[in-house]
């Protein structure tokens, strides 16, 4: 096992002060979630989108620090949870209210930075922002879970020949 | 076997003819036949009977459609059109657009249709799909609610707004889904979110100018419940603040108890009759004690909201079984007494014949299988628990529970009665459930559950039903068993005919003493809505119905939709053909002879 990084713990803190069993002074102090201002967004940038006459649009790119990282994504798997994700997106994120997702698909787009956007700042169909609440590292936690659910079987065509 | 001690229809005439005396004419009679569905469960007594017979058993079977609309909308189509004088009014869900239809010439072409603002935010806070139940005619002016806490008041003739009130917070997890009650001068309103944490509520409107009169919450202390010792008289219980000493931890604050479905009226006593829904969170170990007055059966005066009763269907409620069902109001014969009866199709599986002045419970049985709880003591009105069958974030996953929490039939499925048959008529669910609780947090803005509750098929295997119900014995007379859960609204007529529609998007006709299916049509898309009969300019009779699968099961059936690429989803483990029979789409049918 290789030693923790620096965001990891700063992770691990984070999720043990906000986890439900420990969520009543976050939750009831409504202070809103200060957070060093060089991990913050630009405030739009949807990777993905079809731009204007090729031109690329001037701003910060997002990186995610815990990409990859199979312990950040199993913290995001409770923080799915403590954060009441699941009341919107149904348990392992297949899907409820809001969207699946655990497909693959995105309506916002699926790249770590665009995922990122889609929580920190919600989406205009009932997505509430959360970055206030979880901050950036809290949002990239997220991030790095359902980055990490595995892919799912064969669903565009469904049939029932018999 | 049961009889009517006298005809509905005769009662609500002669108490409307009292209660109109000296007051404004402010809401239309809709008492006498006169071939109107001016609200949205046909009278003020939530029977959904109509006297016209002109559609009969004999001749049903030559039904076929007159005249289709697509609404251009996908969510789920619950609720039903109204039809006043020469126009037929239809509210979509979301975006809630208000459709006049013109009957009197052919193609029935628009006469004007009403575009709100409402914010696409409540797409997100309204637990389960953008439904709306349907609008109010009154006074000249067509009332409902906006999914983004608003009532409208619309000029039945011009389609211009009268006026728009918000009356909920979308921030606070409230959306507003249910159809509005309008009684002399007061439009009776309330709100859903008890997946959400709401502090339920109430409240009264001035019909004219739209402004809030009066709020009275469903929980909470004495004073927030406009409950006072001199005129609160629950049949069970007594003492001072229920509403809040019932829940440890002061959890009521934060304890749901919304009104999302459909509000009953008698003139003779002065009541309104509403359910409230289930207490927040899922997870009932949070809540602590009877969580008076979720999951429970409301009486209040329309004026002011005085509390008159309070009865509680499901004290201390683990399984989401909300009470929000129609409350339909007839006149019993009940071991040779006449009674003025409540009837209440409940959630929790029991179907429950009240005494309406009073609140006591006078019968209850299952209609569907359950199994959370034994019988219902009739001397202190409390189920008799089942402890096998109790959660709790402590219990772990508690296996087959029945029935699930889609109830044994949906709130948003009313009920109707025939005062001929002297029958009740509902659809029902054949669903159990396993329910895993675990402790939640509560975060404004978010879901309160704390809840996995997986379904499968009840014994029998078939998923639901529509049922005939003595509810004077508490007996089923027949029952036609479907492959799907049931989710739509019930209308009969005196013409002995019973109307319902299927999930898998067959509208049928049935003999309303017998059951047995007279026409059947696909109407495109699965039936979540509720059928209605009116007479036509024409002269002739007609029944309308919504198609437009939706409401829960576009939830938990993901694979039903083909609207958005990014969110295909598979199908649901205990219903995966479903979407081989129906997608989405909203379309309003006019069948006829």
């Given at each position: 096992?290789?030693?923790?990084?620096?965001?990891?713990?700063?992770?691990?803190?984070?999720?043990?002060?906000?986890?439900?069993?420990?969520?009543?002074?976050?939750?009831?102090?409504?202070?809103?979630?200060?957070?060093?201002?060089?991990?913050?967004?630009?405030?739009?940038?949807?990777?993905?989108?079809?731009?204007?006459?090729?031109?690329?649009?001037?701003?910060?790119?997002?990186?995610?620090?815990?990409?990859?990282?199979?312990?950040v994504a199993r913290n995001g798997a409770l923080l799915f949870t403590a954060m009441n994700c699941d009341g919107c997106h149904g348990g392992?994120?297949?899907?409820?209210?809001?969207?699946?997702?655990?497909?693959?698909?995105?309506?916002?787009?699926?790249?770590?930075?665009e995922v990122f956007n889609s929580i920190y700042f919600g989406r205009p169909r009932g997505m509430p922002a959360f970055g206030g609440t979880l901050g950036v590292e809290g949002v990239w936690t997220l991030v790095t879970y359902l980055r990490s659910l595995p892919p799912p079987p064969d669903i565009p065509t469904e049939s029932w020949q018999n | 076997m049961?009889?009517?001690?006298?005809?509905?229809?005769?009662?609500?005439?002669?108490?409307?003819?009292?209660?109109?005396?000296?007051?404004?004419?402010?809401?239309?009679?809709?008492?006498?036949?006169?071939?109107?569905?001016?609200?949205?469960?046909?009278?003020?007594?939530?029977?959904?009977?109509?006297?016209?017979?002109?559609?009969?058993?004999?001749?049903?079977?030559?039904?076929?459609?007159?005249?289709?609309?697509?609404?251009?909308?996908?969510?789920?189509?619950?609720?039903q059109p109204l039809v006043v004088g020469d126009t037929m009014y239809v509210v979509t869900p979301w975006p809630n657009v208000l459709y006049a239809f013109d009957l009197t010439r052919e193609g029935y072409p628009l006469k004007w249709k009403y575009r709100p603002e409402v914010s696409a935010n409540a797409l997100g806070v309204a637990c389960c799909d953008s439904v709306n139940r349907g609008a109010f005619?009154?006074?000249?002016?067509?009332?409902?609610?906006?999914?983004?806490?608003?009532?409208?008041?619309?000029?039945?003739?011009?389609?211009?707004?009268?006026?728009?009130?918000?009356?909920?917070?979308?921030?606070?997890?409230?959306?507003?889904?249910?159809?509005?009650?309008?009684v002399r001068d007061r439009v009776i309103v309330g709100a859903a979110g008890g997946e959400f944490g709401i502090y339920g509520w109430v409240k009264?409107?001035?019909?004219?100018?739209?402004?809030?009169?009066?709020?009275?919450?469903?929980?909470?202390?004495?004073?927030?419940?406009?409950?006072?010792?001199?005129?609160?008289?629950?049949?069970?219980?007594h003492g001072a603040d229920l509403g809040a000493?019932?829940?440890?931890?002061?959890?009521?604050?934060?304890?749901?108890?919304?009104?999302?479905?459909?509000?009953?009226?008698?003139?003779?006593?002065?009541?309104?009759?509403?359910?409230?829904?289930?207490?927040s969170p899922y997870n009932a170990e949070q809540r602590p004690g009877d969580n008076k007055w979720s999951t429970s059966l409301l009486a209040r005066r329309p004026e002011d909201g005085t509390l008159v009763w309070a009865y509680q269907f499901t004290p201390h409620d683990n399984w989401d079984y909300d009470a929000t069902g129609a409350m339909v109001l007839a006149d019993l014969t009940i071991a040779g007494q006449p009674v003025k009866a409540l009837v209440h199709f409940d959630k929790n599986g029991f179907a429950y014949t009240l005494d309406r002045a009073s609140g006591r419970v006078l019968l209850a049985k299952p209609f569907t299988p359950v199994n959370w709880a034994q019988s219902v003591d009739l001397n202190t009105g409390r189920p008799v628990l089942n402890p096998e069958k109790q959660t709790g974030a402590s219990r772990g996953n508690v296996k087959d529970i029945c029935p699930s929490l889609e109830g044994g039939v949906s709130p948003a499925s009313p009920p109707a009665f025939s005062p001929r048959t002297h029958l009740f008529y509902t659809a029902t669910n054949n669903l159990c459930m396993d329910y895993a609780s675990k402790h939640t947090g509560h975060l404004k803005g978010t879901p309160f559950v704390g809840v996995v509750s997986p379904y499968s098929a009840g014994p029998g295997g078939y998923l639901g039903s529509f049922m005939a119900w003595d509810a004077a014995s508490g007996t089923k007379v027949w029952e036609n068993k479907e492959p799907f859960p049931n989710w739509s609204g019930a209308?009969?007529?005196?013409?002995?005919?019973?109307?319902?529609?299927?999930?898998?998007?067959?509208f049928k006709s049935a003999d309303a003493r017998t059951g047995r299916v007279l026409s059947k049509f696909k109407v495109?898309?699965?039936?979540?809505?509720?059928?209605?009969?009116?007479?036509?300019?024409?002269?002739?009779?007609?029944?309308?119905?919504?198609?437009?699968?939706?409401?829960?099961?576009?939830?938990?059936?993901?694979?039903?939709?083909?609207?958005?690429?990014?969110?295909?989803?598979?199908?649901?483990?205990?219903?995966?053909?479903?979407?081989?029979?129906?997608?989405?789409?909203?379309?309003?049918?006019?069948?006829?002879?």
């Amino acid at each position: 096992m290789r030693p923790s990084t620096g965001f990891e713990r700063r992770a691990q803190l984070w999720l043990r002060a906000t986890l439900p069993i420990f969520a009543g002074t976050l939750l009831s102090c409504g202070q809103p979630h200060q957070q060093p201002t060089a991990a913050a967004p630009p405030a739009v940038a949807y990777e993905a989108h079809i731009t204007a006459g090729d031109a690329t649009i001037p701003g910060g790119s997002l990186r995610n620090p815990h990409a990859g990282d199979a312990a950040v994504a199993r913290n995001g798997a409770l923080l799915f949870t403590a954060m009441n994700c699941d009341g919107c997106h149904g348990g392992d994120a297949t899907g409820w209210v809001g969207p699946n997702l655990g497909a693959g698909r995105w309506r916002y787009g699926g790249a770590d930075a665009e995922v990122f956007n889609s929580i920190y700042f919600g989406r205009p169909r009932g997505m509430p922002a959360f970055g206030g609440t979880l901050g950036v590292e809290g949002v990239w936690t997220l991030v790095t879970y359902l980055r990490s659910l595995p892919p799912p079987p064969d669903i565009p065509t469904e049939s029932w020949q018999n | 076997m049961s009889r009517v001690a006298r005809s509905a229809a005769l009662t609500w005439l002669a108490a409307a003819l009292g209660w109109g005396q000296g007051m404004a004419a402010a809401a239309p009679p809709a008492t006498t036949e006169d071939g109107q569905w001016t609200m949205p469960s046909k009278d003020y007594a939530a029977t959904r009977y109509s006297t016209l017979g002109d559609i009969s058993a004999r001749n049903a079977r030559s039904l076929h459609p007159v005249w289709t609309f697509s609404t251009g909308v996908l969510g789920g189509h619950e609720g039903q059109p109204l039809v006043v004088g020469d126009t037929m009014y239809v509210v979509t869900p979301w975006p809630n657009v208000l459709y006049a239809f013109d009957l009197t010439r052919e193609g029935y072409p628009l006469k004007w249709k009403y575009r709100p603002e409402v914010s696409a935010n409540a797409l997100g806070v309204a637990c389960c799909d953008s439904v709306n139940r349907g609008a109010f005619y009154a006074d000249g002016k067509i009332i409902y609610n906006l999914l983004d806490g608003h009532t409208v008041a619309v000029d039945a003739r011009s389609g211009h707004e009268v006026w728009k009130t918000q009356i909920a917070d979308l921030g606070n997890g409230e959306t507003t889904t249910m159809a509005p009650l309008v009684v002399r001068d007061r439009v009776i309103v309330g709100a859903a979110g008890g997946e959400f944490g709401i502090y339920g509520w109430v409240k009264g409107l001035e019909l004219s100018s739209g402004r809030i009169a009066w709020s009275a919450r469903n929980l909470g202390t004495d004073d927030e419940m406009r409950a006072r010792a001199d005129t609160f008289r629950p049949p069970y219980e007594h003492g001072a603040d229920l509403g809040a000493h019932s829940w440890g931890n002061e959890s009521w604050r934060t304890g749901g108890a919304p009104v999302w479905g459909w509000i009953s009226y008698d003139p003779q006593l002065d009541l309104i009759y509403y359910g409230t829904g289930n207490p927040s969170p899922y997870n009932a170990e949070q809540r602590p004690g009877d969580n008076k007055w979720s999951t429970s059966l409301l009486a209040r005066r329309p004026e002011d909201g005085t509390l008159v009763w309070a009865y509680q269907f499901t004290p201390h409620d683990n399984w989401d079984y909300d009470a929000t069902g129609a409350m339909v109001l007839a006149d019993l014969t009940i071991a040779g007494q006449p009674v003025k009866a409540l009837v209440h199709f409940d959630k929790n599986g029991f179907a429950y014949t009240l005494d309406r002045a009073s609140g006591r419970v006078l019968l209850a049985k299952p209609f569907t299988p359950v199994n959370w709880a034994q019988s219902v003591d009739l001397n202190t009105g409390r189920p008799v628990l089942n402890p096998e069958k109790q959660t709790g974030a402590s219990r772990g996953n508690v296996k087959d529970i029945c029935p699930s929490l889609e109830g044994g039939v949906s709130p948003a499925s009313p009920p109707a009665f025939s005062p001929r048959t002297h029958l009740f008529y509902t659809a029902t669910n054949n669903l159990c459930m396993d329910y895993a609780s675990k402790h939640t947090g509560h975060l404004k803005g978010t879901p309160f559950v704390g809840v996995v509750s997986p379904y499968s098929a009840g014994p029998g295997g078939y998923l639901g039903s529509f049922m005939a119900w003595d509810a004077a014995s508490g007996t089923k007379v027949w029952e036609n068993k479907e492959p799907f859960p049931n989710w739509s609204g019930a209308l009969v007529t005196a013409g002995d005919v019973v109307f319902y529609g299927t999930l898998d998007g067959w509208f049928k006709s049935a003999d309303a003493r017998t059951g047995r299916v007279l026409s059947k049509f696909k109407v495109g898309s699965g039936v979540v809505g509720n059928p209605i009969t009116y007479r036509a300019p024409d002269g002739r009779q007609y029944v309308a119905v919504y198609a437009g699968f939706g409401g829960d099961w576009a939830l938990l059936t993901g694979d039903t939709r083909s609207d958005d690429p990014a969110d295909v989803r598979a199908p649901a483990d205990y219903m995966k053909d479903i979407a081989r029979y129906t997608s989405q789409g909203g379309i309003v049918w006019i069948f006829g002879l």
